[in-house]
């Protein structure tokens, strides 16, 4: 005996579900007959050569892309005679996603009843990964980052990178049609600025002059004097970055080189001083106009005023930063650095400071200093108001601590899923996998869940 009952009010499709079952278990058992009667294996190796096929002269070789081509369509032909009214998904599914990842992406909707409206993709060591690959963005994850935009999925690139430097890649990569379509978003220097073209005013959005004047002077106080000031090795050994705000000082040596270890760990011990003596500067002027303002009134309420700017550099920054972040304090521990203060002897001044700056170190790759007030999860919120996406539900890919808050913040929010590469640092880790979905995956194989999430929206497109 068979019921018939309406699961989408929207369309008034109806489906048909044994007694005792839902959808969602039919779908298991329809994907169980896929992958057991058909040879999905030779399925996906004929759609990859057919999508990702270069384009050549030689008539032969086309020839040879026809036939595959023909046969493809062939298979899936198959698939869709054999799966009535779902067919042409499950060949989707079949030519673009492994058992695993296919049963993964059941498993997601299972559980959200939703698929994914909008990527936010770091980068370096995410989408592209200086370890497995020639650090470019592999043309399989810009096939998959195509088939999602030309779904009409939003993609927001959300790295640490200078604008210039993404717009470039991206437009490569992409083609400039798509980067300038409407519906990519570039949060850039970790969410200082966003860049969405083809949205007028809003397409380019400075965050970082939302700051107040104190912060942007402490920026500008290290900005300045962070090359002229370095020592001699440090600067033949790193360069400084071409970012709009934050301060990033990067090897010249190759990511993850045992040169560019040790040049990053002096890079951020330096960076620790002197944005601790800009601290100084900006808190001692700021000292200066109320004793001004004291002497004006013939008043001297706090006649100390000045002890603590005397103590500028007592490494009240490494104290600081060390007590909150374990790769910083075992890089001061690493080079001998250690602080003689504690936490507890930073003044309040600079502690109120340092409340506001984000001190970040990446391992062999980059010491960098930028505002906690514009991280990336600000940054991906001002990108989704721009691209009118008003109820997300993400699919956030990232590696460092700079991803980890986005995906805190869709995870507070009830608005996405969050997935890492393996090498990722110890903090995603723990939060990647202590989610039901532990969306972990390998060096370099960032397809591995696109693909899932793509599998994952074509099963929720037919509840559409």
């Known amino acids: 005996m068979f019921i018939v009952i309406r699961v989408n009010l929207a369309s008034e499709r109806p489906r048909t579900v044994r007694p005792g079952h839902t959808p969602h278990m039919e779908r298991y058992d329809l994907l169980y007959r896929l992958y057991e009667e058909f040879d999905t294996e030779t399925l996906r190796a004929y759609q990859e050569f057919v999508d990702l096929f270069p384009p050549v002269d030689s008539r032969v070789t086309l020839n040879q892309w026809e036939e595959i081509n023909a046969e493809l369509d062939d298979r899936k032909d198959d698939i869709r005679d054999s799966f009535p009214l779902v067919g042409g998904t499950y060949a989707e599914l079949a030519a673009s996603a492994t058992r695993e990842q296919a049963f993964g992406a ?22 592209r990964s200086a370890g497995n690959t020639d650090n470019e963005i592999p043309r399989e994850t810009l096939h998959l980052l195509t088939r999602f935009h030309e779904d009409g999925v939003p993609i927001v690139i959300c790295t640490g990178q200078t604008l210039e430097n993404v717009k470039g890649f991206l437009i490569q990569g992409l083609g400039s049609r798509m980067v300038h379509s409407g519906a990519v978003s570039v949060v850039y220097e970790a969410g200082t600025g966003v860049f969405t073209p083809g949205h007028g005013p809003d397409t380019k959005r400075l965050l970082y002059e939302t ?25 033949r050994g790193c360069h400084l970055q071409g970012n709009e705000f934050n301060v990033t000082l990067k090897p010249n040596f190759e990511t993850a080189s045992e040169d560019a270890e040790r040049v990053i760990e002096r890079a951020l011990v330096y960076l ?9 500067g900006v808190v001692d002027a700021g000292r200066e106009g109320e004793r001004e ?5 013939e008043t001297d309420p706090n006649p100390d005023a000045g ?9 009240f920054a490494r104290a600081y930063y060390a007590a909150d972040d374990p790769e910083i304090s075992a890089v001061l521990a690493a080079t001998g650095e250690e602080p003689d203060t504690t936490r507890a002897d930073v003044p309040e001044a600079f502690a109120a400071a340092f409340d506001r700056i984000d001190v970040a170190y990446y391992e062999a790759d980059a010491a960098e200093i930028g505002s906690l007030e514009l991280d990336k999860s600000a940054g991906v919120e001002a990108a989704l108001e721009v691209l009118g996406i008003d109820d997300p539900f993400a699919l956030v890919m990232g590696d460092s601590k700079s991803d980890l808050r986005v995906m805190e913040w869709v995870e507070d929010h009830d608005a996405g899923i969050a997935a890492a590469p393996e090498h990722s640092s110890p903090d995603v880790i723990r939060h990647v996998a202590g989610t039901d979905d532990d969306l972990r995956f390998a060096r370099g194989d ?6 899932t999430a793509y599998a994952l929206n074509r099963l929720a497109a037919l509840d559409e």
């Open 211 to 235: 700051l107040g004047a104190d912060v942007r002077d402490i920026f500008n106080g290290v900005r300045t004097r962070v090359l002229s000031d370095a020592p001699p090795d440090l600067r």
């Open 307 to 315: 002890t603590d700017v005397e103590a500028a550099t007592e490494g």
């Open 293 to 297: 303002a004291d002497a004006e009134a």
């Open 272 to 280: 620790l001083d002197l944005l601790e003596d800009s601290v100084a």
């Open 106 to 127: 059941l498993d997601l909707y299972s559980k959200y009843d939703r698929g994914v409206n909008v990527l936010v993709l770091d980068v370096d060591e995410t989408l």
């Open 446 to 451: 960032a397809p591995d869940v696109l693909r």
